[in-house]
């Protein structure tokens, strides 16, 4: 992704900041790597011109007024106080100005807006905090088979920086996650946007895509992506408390690489299917499944639960101590709550195989001192869906 | 004998000054009164939400979360807004209207003193009960001063409720102070007193009372139906059961576009009055300025789904709502222009009511270039729920309605309490607030353009540099307005400041310069004459 400045002079107040900034600030908007994104940073690029040019001259004006009809210079104020050609004429030039603005905007906004003629189609799905992807087909054939969470790979320690702990920070802090979205270049790609629980904006800057992920309703947009690339973007509407902890990562391949993307991902979902079923076969001893059972529960529960188990009653309860993670009678209800959920608690069936369910029950049973002994197994899990 | 004598001073009071003690306050149906204790409750508000910003900057100040939980950072971030708008602002504005317009208009007081007086009390009240929702279980509110569905509703925090009847008594407030206006401006202005010849605040004050009243039931509807969903099984909201979440931003919307100009219409009128006084030349194209307020407050109602651009609208309806936005940069540009054209060939000086009446020409004309962008629906797919956004709201309101608002005391306190503030002291506060105001809300448009989005706690170290400065910004202009509370208290209550004149400024106009300084408890008891 480049990293040069992007100029824009009507910003003359960016010189201001730049002998505080990095060499990496980026001050204006990206032109992005799709037409529709050019087109919107022309747009904004012809707005902030104009805006300049309206703004030196009429502050210019009044900062002459300023300095020649001030008391001390100018001590016999004039009388006139209405001019109705003047009034007329600055009435009808900003309606011209608009309409200028206004023809491009029209044209850029029709072209935006058109999700006709889609080589593919994604299905964006939003919840809190996290993104799944689900490959609906490409070029005609049916690709519904590939589908997969996306959830932000820094780790919480690294953000979470309180009693004076400092922790390095990488270029894309908060800005990465574990499995970007992979899209061919040159492709237009459709993009069907929606939420299983609040509303969710999906953002990729580089392509000027904002589209709102409603639940209950399917929303439509559309890149082709000029450049192959890794672009990061975030969730932009206030979705909760990890709103700020759910990006998107975009890859663009050229279609040839998306192709064998395709094949790779189908054999490593066969394989892991193959591996998730000889996991449910296999008895796993009580060590296996805590370490197991720490490392999902610090990725998928530590963000509502805390990593002490603690929670942040009442929006999201304790476990540690709880019944339901203690009393022996419960562990069925505790397998369903964490496969189907409830409330504001997700399922995570569909998200985590019967291995890491079962391993992070075990992991709730057994840690933050709830000392149960129970060992759940996989195919407990699997007996359960 | 002295029990008679005890009982004439009573009633001599009665009829010739205010009642001693804390019931005066509570029973007072003076306009004067009610409009002091409205402004003292508006920067009471100021402060309290001021300090929820700079939990909020301090959170921001470096990369990472330091101080707060991302759960509390979001009551920060609803409370700021909340206590801003309907706490800090509003009331400000209301209480401006009640101790300008009698004394602007001709009249003794209020048409409606003692729902005046209700109006004012039910605030206290009902931000008693927002407030105290930080000491709950679950915490404050925690979904955004625009509360969307179904974030507020299925996943609303238990003082969700509590914030659903706080809104619904801050309305009541609110169409209350806007019904007194109006009653008020139409059957009590002084003989001659046409309305083409009211003050341009008392214009832009009927204006907004009028928005008031339109909008303000809309925002109680919203509530309310959020509080049906949330407790007596009802789906408005929900697709579930066959309502929409995109709805309660229509309804939301329609509330809080035309809100918007509620907050800036009355900072009109007092740029409107503050100009031409130091310009010593009358107000250039006062007939337009009218018709301009009118046509923004008719646009207002019609551009509410621009702040919805993303949210999956059909194409006619982007179309149809980017151009009426576009449409209101006509008016005001209008205004501006209009504002300029006073100063022209004026013979000005630059007391502090004008340099903060110039200050918000300047700063909110360049919220309003960011308005024109952001109206450009395919440029707002960008800039929308970004710090862009963030910095254009906080352009045409902290330079707007606050700077509006302090010009305004500034301009009229020497005739509310008979004493001159210090000149020296009010310009530090000026220079000390345009630098800290820039300083805090421009980085922000860089920010955004950048790709930083709203309401979030932490950021990509990409945006670090612009977050630090925006934070140094904001500590200083909370200081700077401890400042504006000293200069207060000492030209008030300091006991040294010097005696204002009747006239007070050399280039005023209007009735309220014709009573004396303080401006006697009554205003007008016999009506002015009016040529």
Excluded at chain 1, 18 to 38: I, K, L, R
Excluded at chain 1, 159 to 175: A, D, H, I, Q, R
Excluded at chain 1, 273 to 300: H, I, S
Excluded at chain 2, 374 to 394: E, M, N, S
Aim: glycine share 8%; proline share 6%; with cysteine.
């Amino acid at each position: 992704m480049s990293k040069q400045w992007y100029k824009s002079g009507a910003w003359l107040a960016a010189m201001l900041f730049s002998a505080g900034a990095g060499a990496e600030t980026q001050f204006n908007m990206t032109p992005g790597v799709t037409d529709n994104a050019h087109r919107a940073y022309d747009l904004h690029m012809a707005a902030v011109w104009i805006c300049g040019i309206i703004g030196a001259v009429v502050f210019g004006a009044m900062f002459y007024s300023i300095v020649k009809h001030r008391k001390s210079v100018h001590p016999k104020p004039a009388h006139f106080h209405e001019n109705t050609l003047v009034e007329i004429v600055w009435t009808v030039i900003p309606v011209l100005i608009l309409l200028g603005l206004a023809i491009p905007a029209v044209k850029t906004l029709v072209a935006m807006e058109d999700t006709r003629d889609a080589d593919m189609t994604v299905m964006v799905t939003g919840s809190q905090w996290k993104w799944h992807y689900k490959y609906v087909d490409a070029d005609g054939k049916d690709l519904s088979d590939i589908g997969f969470y996306s959830l932000l790979s820094t780790p919480r320690d690294t953000f979470e920086n309180y009693g004076g702990k400092t922790t390095e920070k990488s270029e894309t802090y908060l800005k990465e996650v574990d499995k970007p979205l992979v899209i061919p270049t040159g492709k237009k790609v459709r993009f069907l946007v929606t939420s299983e629980d609040v509303i969710h904006s999906w953002w990729v800057p580089a392509f000027a895509v904002k589209k709102d992920a409603v639940p209950g309703f399917i929303n439509e947009t559309w890149t082709k992506v000029n450049e192959a690339g890794v672009y990061r973007g975030v969730c932009a509407e206030l979705c909760g408390k990890d709103h700020g902890f759910m990006p998107v990562v975009v890859k663009a391949v050229s279609p040839e690489e998306f192709q064998t993307w395709v094949a790779d991902t189908r054999t490593a979902m066969a394989e892991a299917k193959k591996a998730a079923e000889a996991d449910v076969d296999r008895v796993w001893a009580m060590d296996e499944l805590m370490k197991k059972g720490e490392e999902v529960y610090l990725k998928n529960c530590s963000a509502c639960h805390q990593a002490t188990g603690a929670g942040m009653p009442p929006t999201f309860p304790a476990l540690a101590g709880s019944k339901i993670a203690t009393d022996k009678a419960q562990i069925p209800d505790h397998i369903g709550r964490v496969l189907k959920g409830k409330g504001a608690m997700p399922a995570f069936g569909a998200m985590l195989s019967d291995m890491e369910i079962a391993a992070v029950i075990t992991y709730e049973r057994n840690a933050f001192g709830n000392k149960t002994g129970d060992a759940v197994q996989p195919k407990d899990v699997k007996a359960a869906r | 004998m002295s029990a008679v004598i005890h009982e004439h001073d009573h009633h001599h009071d009665d009829h010739h000054g205010p009642a001693k003690g804390l019931t005066r306050w509570l029973y007072t149906t003076n306009h004067k009164d009610i409009g002091s204790l409205y402004l003292w409750f508006a920067f009471t508000m100021f402060l309290i939400g001021g300090l929820f910003a700079l939990v909020i900057r301090a959170e921001l100040f470096i990369p990472g979360l330091q101080l707060v939980k991302p759960e509390f950072f979001n009551q920060m971030t609803t409370l700021h807004g909340l206590v801003m708008v309907f706490g800090a602002v509003m009331p400000a504005f209301t209480g401006l209207a009640n101790w300008l317009i009698p004394m602007m208009i001709g009249a003794p007081d209020m048409a409606l003193p003692r729902m005046n007086n209700w109006s004012f009390w039910i605030l206290p009240v009902a931000f008693g009960m927002l407030l105290s929702s930080l000491f709950m279980d679950g915490g404050a509110p925690n979904f955004g001063w625009t509360f969307y569905a179904p974030l507020s509703t299925k996943f609303g925090p238990p003082s969700t409720d509590y914030f659903i009847f706080g809104v619904h008594l801050m309305g009541i407030s609110s169409i209350m102070g806007a019904i007194n206006v109006i009653v008020t401006v139409m059957n009590m202005r002084a003989p001659g007193m046409t309305y083409m010849k009211m003050p341009l605040f008392v214009w832009t004050w009927l204006i907004t009372a009028f928005l008031l009243i339109m909008v303000m039931p809309v925002l109680a509807g919203a509530v309310t139906m959020m509080l049906t969903d949330r407790h007596f099984g009802t789906s408005f909201f929900d697709a579930a059961g066959g309502g929409d979440p995109v709805m309660f931003q229509h309804v939301f919307w329609f509330f809080g576009h035309p809100e918007v100009y509620i907050m800036i219409l009355p900072s009109f009128g007092i740029a409107s009055a503050i100009i031409p006084t130091f310009a010593r030349k009358p107000l250039f194209g006062y007939a337009s300025m009218v018709y301009a307020t009118a046509s923004i407050a008719g646009l207002s109602f019609i551009v509410w789904a621009h702040h919805m651009f993303t949210t999956g609208m059909p194409l006619a309806g982007e179309l149809f709502f980017m151009i009426c936005t576009m449409l209101i940069a006509v008016p005001t540009g209008v205004k501006v222009f209009n504002w300029v054209a006073t100063m022209w060939q004026g013979s000005m000086t630059f007391e502090a009511p004008m340099l903060f009446a110039i200050a918000f020409v300047i700063l909110f004309t360049i919220g309003g270039f960011s308005g024109i962008m952001l109206a450009l629906a395919p440029a707002d797919f960008q800039y929308h729920d970004t710090y862009f956004v963030v910095a254009h709201f906080h352009y045409v309101l902290f330079p707007g309605a606050i700077f509006g608002t302090i010009a305004a005391v500034y301009y009229w306190l020497p005739k509310w309490c008979g004493r001159m503030y210090s000149e020296k002291l009010a310009k530090i506060h000026f220079w000390w607030s345009i630098i800290a105001v820039n300083l805090t809300f421009f980085p922000m448009h860089f920010s955004g353009l950048a790709g930083m989005q709203r309401r979030v706690p932490d950021y990509a170290i990409q945006f670090a540099d612009f977050n630090m400065l925006s934070s140094i910004g904001a500590f200083g202009l909370g200081i700077g307005q401890l400042f504006f509370f000293y200069i207060l208290w000492k030209t008030i209550w300091g006991g040294k400041a010097p005696k204002a004149t009747a006239q007070v400024w050399e280039g005023a106009e209007g009735l309220e310069w014709t009573l004396p300084s303080p401006a006697p408890y009554h205003s007008f008891t016999e009506p002015p004459v009016v040529k």
